[in-house]
């Protein structure tokens, strides 16, 4: 992270205003190193039978026994995919998890309101679940499957993790989580209009649908961010888990506080010229699937 570019990220602030997501996005952007001639790409697989059910999938020819690094996209519950037309994202991520040596995974899922609580976890659960079964003619592991998430993407991965009931075998099925500027407890995060388009219009009733028990108590690992430039909301999760997890382990979790970043540019920074993030992700992969 440059003074400059964080000094660029800083002046669109905070908050989730259309300024901060379209400047953040146009940054990175054109810092991208776009396509790679060498890493294949299966297109729209089908891992379920809702029209959203759709993943595609990175390797590189050749690779036996490869991680699986799996990303699912943020956009308020209500909105978001997998790959845009206009921008790198979120192809950056596959391509850069192929080139690790790992198969890269980004996914759609069903959207709120449409599809509430608990369509996350199910439609991973379904993801995890279709990996199992085939990731290993394109290369993969089906026992080093990693799931990692971003804003919603990331309370998505945290629900498959907590709420047992929706694992798709004892243990989850899966070597890791990361997550990124989620939202983990529903009991004291601040009502709004996407929370209500995902938990149902009564905030007094989002308690079943808190994730911070399952991750307090989970023996999945995990690595969790938050961004120097994350909304409020994002920070007190982030304090919360730390504090919660201090309390029931006596130790710290691993925690990363990304200087310099806000909440979109962490997962748009990967397979950048901006290394950092990247190699933290690679480093986590390989660390939970040796």
Excluded at 156 to 167: E, G, L, T
């Amino acid at each position: 992270m440059t003074p400059d570019l964080r000094e660029r990220l800083q002046s669109l602030g905070a908050e989730l205003t259309p300024e901060m997501l379209g400047g953040t996005t146009q940054i990175f952007a054109a810092m991208a190193t776009g396509a790679d001639p060498e890493v294949q790409v299966e297109r729209d697989l089908e891992y379920g039978e809702h029209e959203r059910h759709r993943l595609d999938l990175f390797h590189k020819p050749g690779v036996s026994g490869a991680p699986v690094l799996v990303y699912v996209h943020g956009g308020g519950f209500v909105m978001g995919d997998k790959r845009s037309s206009e921008t790198p994202f979120y192809d950056n991520i596959g391509t850069f998890a192929a080139q690790q040596g790992f198969i890269g995974v980004t996914i759609n899922y069903r959207l709120a309101p449409a599809s509430q609580f608990p369509s996350g976890p199910e439609d991973l659960g379904a993801v995890v679940r279709w990996l199992k079964a085939n990731v290993a003619q394109y290369g993969g592991d089906p026992d080093k499957i990693v799931l990692s998430g971003q804003s919603a993407g990331a309370s998505h991965v945290a629900s498959y993790v907590a709420h047992r009931a929706h694992h798709v075998e004892p243990g989850g099925g899966i070597a890791g989580a990361i997550l990124m500027s989620g939202i983990y407890d529903t009991v004291s995060a601040t009502p709004n209009q996407f929370h209500i388009a995902y938990y149902g219009g009564d905030p007094k009733a989002w308690g079943p649908a808190s994730c911070m028990a399952g991750l307090i108590n989970t023996e999945i690992p995990l690595m969790v961010t938050v961004s120097e430039f994350d909304p409020e909301d994002f920070q007190r999760q982030a304090a919360q888990f730390v504090g919660a997890w201090g309390v029931a382990h006596a130790a710290y979790p691993e925690m990363h506080y990304l200087a310099g970043h806000n909440h979109l540019s962490p997962a748009q920074s990967i397979g950048s010229e901006l290394k950092s993030i990247g190699r933290m992700v690679a480093g986590f992969v390989k660390r939970v699937t040796w």
